[in-house]
């Protein structure tokens, strides 16, 4: 099912312009911060509405970008993991290459450079 951006209220286009920076698809392509201190979302927009795709692996990542079938129009951003974590479930999977979930890696982290 993946995961996705649900900020309090619902405002995801707010949240985005708060939180997020919007980057080209070229970028979103040759990413290679997979397990750093931000992380790409994909802003995909169909009758419903916005949904903001979080790609936590590469595999989400080439899904986006690959995908000839799926005509749907996409912007792609990259955010804070921190900040991501608060409005999404992405704590609940494993980061890639490593056994420790998002939260818990992104706390480590967080410990050893003396904040938290």
């Known amino acids: 099912m993946g995961v996705y951006v649900n900020p309090k209220g619902g405002d995801k286009e707010g949240w ?58 996409k912007r792609f951003y990259k955010a804070p993991v921190s900040e991501v974590l608060k409005v999404s479930t992405l704590e609940s999977y494993s980061k890639p290459g490593s056994l420790s979930s998002w939260a818990g890696a992104f706390e480590e982290k967080e410990l050893l450079k003396g904040g938290m």
């Not at 312009?17 to 927009?45: K, N, P």
């Open 16 to 73: 985005l312009r708060e939180h997020a920076t919007e980057i080209s698809r070229e970028e979103t392509m040759s990413w290679d911060g997979y397990g750093g201190e931000e992380i790409l979302l994909c802003a995909v927009s169909d009758w419903h509405g916005v949904a903001i795709a979080v790609g936590y692996r590469k595999e989400e990542i080439q899904y986006w970008t690959e995908n000839a079938k799926d005509l749907r129009p």
